[in-house]
């Protein structure tokens, strides 16, 4: 999970303007007992050359091979598809992860294309999943709705659309967090113990400055949002379960920070004063702002490679 946490998480970018909420078809096939949500716009990935750049440095195997899939089956990811969203969720302790396309295609054209190649579906109750490259299955939701992943994973999606298992709108902190950040146009929501995972992560050997194994449990989740209209800007709430947590954090991160400068390069140097840190309230938070052209130097940084290891 720890490579979709973070490579999803900066791998897909676009304009503000161009912001695009979770659907509701995508909605209700995203089961209640969620780990991560990534939304993109996928329709302005071009729109931006530090876009571009950290997406062919970083684009995970599994969005490779998703686009090659789609290839397949007729379908340009680059001008057909308008929003992508990733969902990990998890089933008696195992994390699945499936992924909802949505876009300017024809189901029908894409189904008689398929039947022309004499693929057959299987189905599952009313659903009719078919194969794809890669070892994936896919599910028509409608016309313009794509549901992706492995087997068990779109039948576990599909339970919670048909009512089998709760979908995500029954996980009322979820949800919560998916209205504070769904207007971005790149955007994240973090479950508890990804967010505990991630945060050690960023802070390396400052985690251990303090009883940080105490501490994560008061961590409940975080969000995110992304987007590169006027240089890059990067947005990262962490809720915590009361602001002396929060602000205790806020102090450990700053040490943390100034403990990497010691070792940093100059352009990693750049990089770090261009990072605030405060709490407000219940909320650690993250802040970054630079040029793309600052950005694209950081992309080959050794600390962009440990943070998105």
């Avoid at 992924?99 to 300017?104: F, L, R, T, W």
């Avoid at 599910?139 to 979908?167: I, P």
């Avoid at 709490?279 to 938070?285: A, G, I, N, W, Y």
Wanted: glycine share 6%.
């Amino acid at each position: 999970m720890k490579n979709w946490v973070v490579c999803l998480c900066v791998v897909l970018l676009s304009a503000a303007a161009l912001a695009m909420p979770l659907g509701g078809t995508t909605r209700t096939v995203i089961p209640s007992d969620i780990q991560q949500i990534i939304s993109v716009d996928y329709r302005a990935l071009k729109n931006s050359d530090a876009a571009m750049a950290m997406k062919k440095q970083l684009l995970p195997p599994a969005l490779k091979t998703f686009e090659e899939a789609l290839k397949g089956v007729g379908i340009d990811a680059d001008k057909d598809v308008d929003q992508l969203t990733f969902a990990s969720y998890r089933v008696n302790k195992q994390v699945r992860i499936v992924g909802i396309a949505a876009g300017d295609f024809s189901a029908a054209k894409v189904l008689k294309r398929i039947k022309l190649n004499k693929i057959k579906p299987v189905k599952y109750r009313e659903a009719s999943i078919y194969p794809m490259t890669g070892g994936m299955q896919m599910v028509f939701l409608d016309d313009g709705s794509l549901l992706f992943g492995d087997v068990a994973a779109v039948k576990g999606a599909l339970d919670a659309r048909d009512g089998y298992t709760s979908t995500v709108d029954a996980n009322s902190q979820f949800v919560d967090m998916i209205g504070s950040v769904d207007s971005g146009t790149v955007w994240s929501v973090l479950d508890q113990e990804g967010t505990q995972n991630m945060l050690r992560s960023a802070l390396g050997d400052a985690s251990k400055l303090a009883d940080y194994d105490t501490m994560k449990k008061r961590l409940l989740g975080s969000r995110y949002t992304m987007n590169f209209s006027d240089g890059v800007k990067f947005d990262l709430d962490v809720v915590t379960s009361d602001s002396i947590t929060a602000a205790t954090l806020s102090s450990l991160v700053k040490a943390g920070m100034l403990y990497r400068k010691v070792t940093a390069s100059p352009v990693e140097k750049t990089a770090l004063d261009n990072v605030t840190v405060n709490s407000d309230s219940s909320d650690l938070q993250f802040h970054f702002k630079t040029d793309e052209k600052q950005f694209q130097s950081l992309l080959h940084s050794d600390l962009f490679a440990a943070v998105s290891r």
